[in-house]
């Protein structure tokens, strides 16, 4: 495959969010001198020397120039990204919102968000001369590292907890080379494999540290950015795991704005699950993080009791932009997903669900304008979920009834 870029990378290196050092754009995991996150910085002049009409291809790697690669031969894509963004007429109605989107991550090829940041992490692999990745999982970065990774032919080291859905365990078991699955929770294993990480020759490829995995994340904003004619929405709903996607969309909607693409950036709104929400605790009680345990929760990706650095870095961008938060419990993030599908037909999974769920809150509580544009992330497929049988009796193929049912049907209002 080929991929025409005016500039394949504008990336310049990785600087230390928390001493200000700098350094080249190599593999290291967090600052040498501080032990700070690093994140990855740009030649914004270069940048801005594009027009997003340079932009080529129908992949994430339209967006190369604004993304850390700079070698197009580790490329690697199964076909992610310009997902659709699709109006919500019928559920905007009945929230009482005039320009609701939904940007809908299920037809990434493994059917969640995590594609964007895999081909990046692979990418960066490939770049930096690794054999092996590893990554912890509740089952969809497993399953789209261990994709991505076989596609690139490397070893990966899929951590997954024993309790992930069925449908992403099969998955995973068929796309890693080396799948383990560990009882307890995420932040049971996290620690433990952070060391483990220094010492082995293989790439992390999990959202904690990992520098060049966040960065194809934000390829949601330029696509979101691109979708509704060249313009940032006012409001962006994304959920709250990590934090990765929430912080990347937040880096690429100011770098469109500071380099003169986008005439604002969204007032971002981080949704979490109730079961996991310190982030939106923090916001609301104005103190810092306190991370919880986690018991279980049905949006299995949003189950992140602690999310350390990243989580401050997305709290500091919810105090400093105004931005909202709100959580939502079980029982509502599957009521959103019935409306979602009942009333536009489209089948997110669960955890995808939450940012709809929470934003539907914040339009209780009258924290939103009802006429601005509102963009709202479901970031999975509802496909690869596991739910309770369909309570419904079969009935036998008799004419005459089926006759009766289908007219009952059309009578009703
Ligand atoms: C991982 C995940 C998220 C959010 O994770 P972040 O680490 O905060 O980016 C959201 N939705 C789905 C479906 C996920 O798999
Ligand atoms: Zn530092």
């Not at 990992?210 to 004619?229: D, H, V």
């Not at 997305?314 to 009521?335: F, M, N, T």
């Not at 709202?376 to 690869?384: M, N, P, Q, R």
């Amino acid at each position: 495959m080929q991929w025409y870029t005016p500039v394949p990378t504008a990336a310049t290196g990785l600087s230390c969010r928390g001493c200000g050092g700098t350094y080249p754009r190599t593999y290291m995991l967090d600052c040498p001198a501080c032990h700070s996150l690093l994140q990855v910085e740009y030649d914004l002049e270069a940048l801005a020397a594009l027009r997003p009409g340079d932009l080529r291809g129908d992949t994430l790697w339209r967006y190369a120039p604004f993304l850390p690669i700079g070698d197009p031969r580790h490329f690697i894509s199964l076909g992610e990204g310009l997902t659709p963004l699709l109006r919500l007429p019928r559920l905007g109605q009945r929230l009482g919102l005039r320009h609701l989107y939904l940007k809908f991550e299920g037809t990434n090829p493994t059917g969640t968000v995590k594609d964007r940041s895999t081909a990046t992490a692979i990418a960066a692999a490939q770049e930096f001369g690794f054999n092996a990745v590893a990554v912890v999982s509740t089952g969809n970065a497993g399953s789209s590292i261990a994709a991505y990774g076989a596609r690139a032919g490397l070893k990966t080291f899929v951590f997954c907890y024993a309790r992930a859905a069925q449908p992403k365990m099969h998955h995973m078991a068929a796309c890693a080379s080396h799948l383990i699955l560990y009882r307890g929770g995420y932040d049971d294993l996290i620690r433990i494999y952070d060391r483990l990480m220094e010492e082995m020759p293989i790439f992390e490829a999990g959202a904690s540290r990992s520098t060049y995995k966040m960065e194809g994340k934000k390829t949601i904003a330029y696509e979101t950015f691109e979708q509704l004619g060249n313009q940032a929405p006012d409001y962006f709903v994304a959920p709250v795991a990590v934090g990765e996607t929430f912080i990347a969309a937040w880096r690429a909607f100011n770098e469109l704005f500071a380099i003169g693409w986008a005439g604002k950036v969204p007032t971002m709104v981080a949704a979490q699950s109730s079961e996991a929400n310190p982030i939106v605790e923090a916001l609301r009680d104005g103190g810092p993080i306190r991370p919880r345990p986690i018991g279980y929760t049905i949006a299995e990706g949003t189950a992140v009791g602690n999310p350390e650095r990243k989580g401050e870095w997305a709290l500091q961008i919810l105090r400093e932009g105004k931005g909202l938060a709100a959580d939502a419990s079980d029982p509502e993030v599957l009521e959103a997903q019935a409306l979602l599908a009942r009333t536009e037909g489209m089948w997110a999974g669960p955890t995808g669900c939450v940012p709809l769920a929470a934003l539907r809150k914040l339009v209780t509580q009258q924290a939103l304008d009802p006429d601005a544009v509102i963009v709202c992330v479901a970031s999975e497929s509802g496909l690869k979920g596991e739910y309770a049988p369909v309570e419904r009796e079969a009935i036998e193929p008799d004419e005459a009834h089926l006759r009766a049912i289908l007219r009952e049907g059309l009578a009703a209002g």
